[in-house]
């Protein structure tokens, strides 16, 4: 998993196994959803246009890379984080933490959490 990936330029140094979503960790190129994958990065070469959740900051080096094959690229993200915003806005809440998806996250579980002795629960 700590093996690094040197095949993709900008990230030679510091991208490992362990960093890619797990579908690219296959090591099968007849897997359907490699193909998939495959055959939607090439499709995304005939863009105008590609909207990558990411950001410059955290992203720089790859971003510049793609725009040698697609010149306008725009990085929006992290979507995850402008979720939580509006999500906190429409509630009047606070939350301490930050979630990766863009589903609203069910918290029910927390209530009865609390009520728990402590100690008594594992998750």
């Excluded at 690094?4 to 190129?29: A, N």
């Excluded at 725009?74 to 995850?80: E, R, T």
């Excluded at 069910?106 to 629960?121: E, G």
Aim: proline fraction near 4%; charged fraction near 25%; glycine fraction near 4%.
């Amino acid at each position: 998993m700590d093996r690094l990936i040197t095949t993709v330029p900008g990230m030679e140094t510091y991208l490992r196994c362990r960093d890619l979503p797990t579908f690219c960790r296959k090591l099968d190129i007849e897997d359907s959803i490699m193909k998939l994958v495959v055959k939607q990065t090439r499709k995304s070469l005939q863009a105008d246009a590609l909207i990558l959740n990411t950001a410059e900051e955290l992203d720089g080096p790859i971003l510049s890379q793609i725009r040698t094959k697609c010149s306008h690229v725009y990085a929006v993200g992290p979507l995850h984080a402008q979720l939580n915003t509006r999500i906190n806005a429409k509630h009047g809440e606070s939350y301490d933490h930050f979630s990766n998806t863009l589903w609203e996250v069910d918290k029910s579980c927390i209530f009865w959490l609390n009520k728990q002795p402590n100690r008594s629960v594992i998750y």
